[in-house]
């Protein structure tokens, strides 16, 4: 179960999706959990436009600042606007496994373990991890589902780093990593062990 470095709050109940699919967990980009970061590059954009105005920031800082932030939040309001309920899901968990839709279904009995880790680049997040058991190949979740710089690297060096490409970062999702442990243990049982 889940140790001291994994965020395991929150949980929501298994949801329908669409028709011809097992009632599982699906997971989605979140409008919603996404808004406190585009709020914080907002704040920061704000500070240094402030800054160089008034004169409290001078230099090269000020328009640097307002450049970074403005591309940030260029990237975070596309984000947005490519999120919500009606967005592809990223994940769907349930009966017959993990599917990427429209990429692959990783059978349970293909699945060897399920790890929450904390991430490199996002200090204080982390990732779901779906390890494949040995010989076994998963797929990753397509970059163009995921927010803009959720997983740096290519698929083999996302492997290297988590043990498998198939990585789920939950925090700009509808889904915690809780809610996915839940769904793990719901529709795995006994196949796949989950730590």
Known sequence: ???PDQQTHGHTSPVSTPAGHERGLVVRRSRRRQLPALLAIAAFLASYVLGGLTGSM???IVPAGIALFSVLAVIGLVDLARSGPRSTALLRIGP???EVPEV???SWSDLDDVRVRPTRWFPGFSVVAFIPRPGVPVPSIPRSRLSTGAMRGTPE???ARYGSPLVLLTAPTTATNRDVLD???RY???TCSHT
């Open 104 to 106: 692959a279904t990783v």
């Open 1 to 3: 179960m889940p140790g």
């Open 58 to 60: 001078t230099g090269w």
């Open 188 to 190: 795995s049982q006994p």
């Open 96 to 98: 017959a496994g993990v």
């Open 183 to 185: 769904a793990v243990h």
């Open 157 to 159: 060096a996302i492997t």
